[in-house]
């Protein structure tokens, strides 16, 4: 089991910046790979990027240049420093790790999720 809680959201203006954590517990080891979502109002959640267990990153075109994805002492903290923020991105951000069980299948957990709100 992996138990994820998000936290650093808040109300911010239009090119500010802003730093999300992502606080793993349980079983961490197992995380193999950890991803930033976003979602608004009525639609599904959407990526922002990934990282996975060794250090490569991948992020969605749309804010590619603008985020990094980083973790602090393997697993245990990951953060989604997002940069430049517009208006566009106020959402809930969530983190989900994909992690392997113990028989060695595919396990999904996701956070409670922060709201980030970016005033124009």
């Known amino acids: 089991q992996v138990h994820l809680v998000e936290s650093g959201g808040g109300l911010v203006q239009a090119g500010e910046s802003l730093r999300l954590s992502c606080a793993a517990s349980g079983n961490v080891a197992s995380i193999k790979v950890v991803g930033w979502y976003y979602q608004t109002p009525g639609r599904q959640r959407e990526l922002v990027g990934v990282i996975s267990d060794d250090g490569t990153t991948n992020y969605a075109d749309s804010v590619k240049g603008r985020v990094t994805i980083s973790t602090d002492n393997g697993f245990n903290t990951i953060f989604l420093q997002m940069n430049s923020l517009k208006p566009e991105d106020t959402a809930v951000y969530y983190c989900?790790?994909?992690?392997?069980?113990?028989?060695?299948?595919?396990?999904?957990?996701w956070g409670q999720g922060t709201q980030v709100t970016v005033s124009s």
């Open positions: 989900n790790a994909y992690a392997l069980g113990p028989r060695g299948h595919g396990e999904s957990y």
